[in-house]
């Protein structure tokens, strides 16, 4: 829960309203409840006050659709009023999930339709709103972020348009490249990552671990997310190791440059424990032949840690590799959508975010330092104390 001192001192910038696009339909849900589980004590007394009206709610989600026409053009469409409110947008641009009927035809959404209703919905809001803020987890084209030749600024351009459009505050967790925040220096840009949700699913799933640098090494598949792992290691005190992806830069193949081998940096990881962390599983190809490599290398257990979970090309090349002992554990957060069949996969755990999130927007939605929120370094090293002294915790 959030830090009840602080919000008790502070007062909520305007009514808060969560508008959740069908794409994010599950997490808002979930962060909606923990919303109204953490408002129902405070600020108790002064309820009354005009200040804290439509403060403690039963339900923050705003009534709103995106319907669409046989041609396949759509709107936004809310049905309540959000004047005055501090609206939050949460939009999945990852969700493949949803479809629609155009002409007859049944398409599949892309992150592309998913933009487009964003822009609907802040369309839609025309101005009235107090406050707009974004939640988009896996962040609108967030691999297209520089230009190596003739190439489109994707996602400087999205973040340019939406701020034109009158939003505030970008939220986003795990950026492929958080300079890209530079394309709107003027607006907020926060960007969060999943360490603790990820040691605590790690901890609770697996209760034999012994994390220290004798028995544990933190691995990065790549030179892109080595900070990622420096920083996790840092905190677990552990120590580091990284692969080096060698590509053949003549070809492009499904939008990038083939990967020819696999190069290790680091120490002897002998019978250590290994811990893979990234910020995306796509295809998986990269993961499983780096989890291969470490177990080649007569490496312990493998754990998969990554914040996005696409699996573009499906499961099989998991359930494979998991079968030939390549790894032992896949976890990603549910801030993107993730296949239901996962879910019966013995190798797989969700690292749930609906909490967090919920924190941050309710720290966002009284003004608090998100400081509270954005180094959960202590958090992480008071619950791997206890379980190192095996205490009797619910982790």
């Known amino acids: 829960m959030p830090d009840v001192a602080l919000l008790q001192?502070?007062?909520?910038?305007?009514?808060?309203?969560?508008?959740?696009l069908n794409s994010c339909e599950n997490l808002g849900k979930n962060v909606n409840r923990y919303l109204v589980e953490f408002r129902k004590n405070i600020h108790s007394?002064?309820?009354n006050n005009p200040a804290f009206q439509g403060y403690s709610e039963e339900n923050y989600i705003v009534d709103a659709a995106c319907p669409r026409f046989g041609s396949g053009e759509s709107k936004g469409l809310i049905n309540e009023s959000i004047r005055g409110k501090d609206v939050f947008i949460m939009v999945d641009v990852c969700n493949h999930a949803l479809t629609y009927k155009a002409n007859g035809f049944i398409n599949h959404y892309s992150p592309d339709d998913h933009y487009q209703d964003l822009k609907r919905m802040i369309a839609a809001i025309a101005g009235k709103a107090h406050r707009i803020n974004v939640i988009m987890p896996f962040l609108y084209e967030g691999r297209q972020h520089r230009r190596s030749g003739r190439?489109?600024?994707d996602c400087a351009y999205a973040l340019t348009e939406l701020a034109?459009?009158?939003?505030t505050n970008f939220v986003t967790f795990?950026?492929?490249d958080p300079r890209v925040a530079n394309a709107t220096p003027l607006n907020g840009f926060d960007n969060f990552t999943p360490p603790y949700q990820f040691i605590r699913s790690l901890l609770h799933y697996d209760k034999d671990l012994i994390i220290d640098?004798?028995?544990t090494v933190v691995i990065s598949p790549d030179e892109g997310a080595l900070d990622r792992a420096v920083y996790f290691s840092s905190v677990l005190g552990v120590d580091t190791g990284m692969f080096y992806k060698r590509r053949d830069y003549s070809r492009i193949v499904n939008g990038k440059n083939p990967i020819v081998a696999h190069e290790f940096l680091g120490d002897n990881i002998d019978g250590k424990d290994v811990i893979i962390?990234?910020?995306?599983?796509a295809s998986g190809g990269s993961m499983i032949d780096t989890a291969k490599q470490l177990k080649e290398m007569n490496c312990g257990r493998v754990f998969i840690l990554s914040t996005f979970g696409l699996f573009t090309e499906g499961l099989e090349k998991f359930d494979n590799a998991y079968e030939k002992c390549y790894f032992d554990r896949v976890i990603c957060t549910n801030l993107t959508y993730l296949p239901p069949e996962i879910y019966d996969r013995p190798y797989f755990v969700e690292a749930d975010m609906s909490k967090f999130l919920a924190s941050i927007i309710d720290f966002m939605n009284?003004?608090?330092?998100?400081?509270n929120v954005l180094t959960p370094t202590e958090k992480i090293q008071k619950i791997l104390a206890l379980y190192n002294a095996r205490e009797d915790i619910d982790l």
Request: charged fraction near 25%.
């Open 9 to 20: 001192s502070a007062i909520p910038v305007a009514p808060l309203k969560l508008l959740v």
């Open 174 to 176: 795990d950026a492929h």
């Open 277 to 281: 962390i990234d910020d995306m599983i």
């Open 366 to 371: 009284h003004d608090i330092s998100m400081n």
């Open 45 to 47: 007394d002064i309820k």
């Open 213 to 215: 640098k004798n028995h």
């Open 151 to 153: 190439e489109s600024l």
């Open 164 to 167: 034109h459009m009158g939003v």
